[in-house]
């Protein structure tokens, strides 16, 4: 067990729907991560929030958004939903943004949300 | 852009036998390199990471991995496989030199174990 969790483990919806995935980080981490993963494209980086901001985006669709709280869990909002949306949703979380070892670099991934759109 | 190259999307071993799963990264500054493992219907998770402290990094489960500049290379092993091994293996990357933490995954290898 990482200490990152995920809800829900699993959500099937129709195409032009709006989701939201929810991702709680180990206790103490500040930065949350958002990763997808389908057979076609493989594990792709999203979005990164630390303490509540944005720091860095990826591959991200603007028909996706992402959000930090501050109690520091954070929300993947997914609309008009498409087929080729369908993947396995990761979050995983770490001490730090940046910086070396000493920072706790390593990022803890949880279950994911695996997403079907029909 | 750094980016990760995983030789070979399938590897076969017997119990017993060395396992080698080889990657290769691409990076413009000094990388920060991670084995992440996923079972079946699990999430990711570390195996071992190289942070420049030490060439040959030991890692869970009887895992090691070595770090080769000259050959861009971070190739994972172990001595004798065990059938609980079986399964995918992604090789990652990160450009901490840079502040850029979010990693880029090779596109994993998946490591079979036949009795």
């Known amino acids: 067990d990482s200490g990152v969790t995920q809800t829900p483990k699993h959500l099937i919806t129709a195409t032009g729907q709006r989701v939201t995935l929810r991702c709680s980080p180990r206790s103490g981490d500040l930065s949350v991560y958002w990763y997808q993963q ?68 390593e990022q803890y991934f949880g279950p994911g949300t695996r997403l079907t759109v029909t | 852009a750094q980016s990760v190259t995983q030789l070979g999307s399938h590897v076969s071993v017997s119990e017993g036998a060395l396992v080698l799963l080889r990657c290769n990264y691409s990076s413009s500054v000094p990388p920060y390199l991670f084995w992440y493992v996923q079972y079946p219907n699990q999430g990711l998770q570390l195996l071992l990471k190289y942070t420049s402290a030490a060439t040959l990094v030991k890692g869970i489960n009887g895992f090691e991995a070595e770090f080769k500049k000259s050959e861009t290379s971070f190739h994972l092993t172990k001595p004798s496989a065990h059938m609980s091994d079986a399964a995918e293996y992604f090789c990652a990357v990160s450009d901490l030199g840079s502040g850029n933490t979010p990693l880029v995954f090779g596109k994993g290898t998946r490591l079979s174990v036949i009795a």
């Open chain 1, 38 to 105: 389908s057979l076609d494209q493989g594990l792709q980086f999203l979005i990164q929030y630390y303490n509540g901001e944005e720091r860095a985006k990826g591959n991200i669709l603007e028909r996706f958004s992402a959000q930090q709280f501050p109690d520091l869990h954070s929300e993947l909002n997914l609309s008009s939903l498409e087929l080729g949306d369908s993947a396995l949703y990761f979050c995983a979380s770490s001490v730090g943004a940046s910086g070396g070892a000493k920072a706790g670099y």
